[in-house]
């Protein structure tokens, strides 16, 4: 095992440097060291597109072993940053260690952006590099030209090989003619041995015994890739005062196969207040679930499931939740055992929230929507609609059922658009149930035009994205269906407004397509649905053109250095 992991480690290593552009000699003149990159030379226009808010970590609840402990967890998250580069761009790492210690302007732009984006890719420009070779969809998963249709070929020849080689957790590689499967703790063992250790010793400062214990576990997952059991042990824990992400988790930065987990982390320190308030809506999850407009055999049962919900502050994120889209809110794990086993946890990053919607959303909405519905809007109406996003990701079918009534995996049996159809499931399912929320007075009545004001402000940020995402291709989605039945206007000026009396009943029919898609896992529908709804309108583009100088996302800066190694 050792001797295969330096192997695996030296590979990922080689990958690296091999594309490693030539080092420019010393320049002292300040030569922009990128001047030989082919970098987009319009970097500048790119960067104002994303705001740089700070994020301090305010450690005033905190005691000193505390805010040791937290500069443990900081530290230890680096290491998930130095892996998820090598994941997604070997050579976007190279690049931006080349630019280090440049003090040349158009140096520092390039070297921010490759920050921002995680990579050499444009999130706003459809993944396209902006500096550096071509992309490859498979990134640092696979070898360079692996097809799919070549990984199945293979599969099918060597079915014995099947779960290692389509497992989240390993890479992929030729030895000879032979496909090999490497796991990620023998490939990224050079950084998940000190990563694990620290994790240790950040135990050892908890004052919290179950967190501690959790640490543990999780330090064993990163060398053994079975997250199954640390991830129970994540989920019971109660209200914890500090708490992590740390794990492979996500699988949309694979471009090719979209099975490959990058690794993210996050530190997070609770909210008490917010956290407190937000539980009382766990006490109707089931109830939400038994009114959904779809079958019953389709809503099982919430009873008795784990819910906890946690509004925290995140004062460093690394990996997939550090770069590319800031995530305001998150759903984990996404293991479907444990969804069904114990259910999951619905983290809400109220210090990302804040700084979305106070230099993104309400700007935007500003130049979208009438200044009457944009005064409706608010951060509370937002911070709900996210909420129930996602809660109800939880809601809705487990599995689908096919014509023979044999239960089968959504994901599977809707392929790459499930990602659209499940945030769309998300989203519309979430307005149902706050309306099912006021409705049982849980919410009080007159703050609906609030909540659907929010949503529609919020439509927006995200359709500025496109629909090369799963968020994208949801919310656009969305507006279009709204419009086409009437539920958004456009006004002669340009701008939309929400009608409050169509909205409602919009939304349920909506949710009871969606649901009904997974529920059937019929591709075709899903992908034809999606095809008719995914288009920008000319005059929806030029009503946005007009809002261009809005930011498009926030650039956390940390109270803690950013490094990548
Ligand atoms: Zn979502």
Known sequence: MVIRGEVAVVFVCLLASAQVKPQPKANPAGEARSVHM????????????FRQVEMPFHSEGLSAREKQMVEKLVETSRYLDDIYWR??????????????GSINSEDADL?????????????????????GGPASPGGGFYPQGLTRAQVEKYVNAHPEKRAEIYSATTTLRWRDQ???????????????DPAAKALREAAELSPDAAFAKFLRLRADALLTDDYFKSDITWLELKRPKVDVIFAPYETYNDGLLGIKATYGGAVLI??????????????????IQEALPVAERDRPSKRGLETPMEVVDAPFRTGDLGHGYQAVADNLPNDPRVHELKGSKKLFFKNFMDARVIYVILPLARYMMPAKQVAEASGEGYLLGTILHEICHGLGPAFAHNNSGDRVDIRAAIG??????????????????LKWLVDHGVLPKDKLKEYYASYLAGNFRTIRFGAAEAHGQAEMMEFNYYVEHGAVRRLASGKYEVDYEKMPGQIENLAKELLDMEATGDRARAEAWFRKYDVISPELQNSLKKAESVPVDVDPLF????EVH
């Open 178 to 192: 032979e496909l090999e499967a490497v796991p990620y703790h023998v490939a990224f063992r050079a950084f998940l």
């Open 87 to 100: 994941q997604v761009d070997p050579e976007g790492l190279s690049i931006y260690q080349t630019l280090q």
């Open 559 to 562: 109270s803690f250095p950013r």
């Open 38 to 49: 082919h970098a987009a030379v319009d970097l500048k226009k790119r960067l104002i597109k």
């Open 416 to 433: 790459p658009i499930y990602g659209g159809l499940e945030e769309a499931k998300a989203d519309v399912v979430g307005m149902f149930a």
């Open 270 to 287: 609770r909210n008490e207040e917010e956290s407190r308030r937000m539980e009382t809506f766990q006490k109707y999850v089931a109830e």
């Open 111 to 131: 070297r921010r952006f490759l920050w921002i984006n995680g990579s050499r890719f444009d999130l706003l420009d459809a993944n396209k590099p902006f500096v």
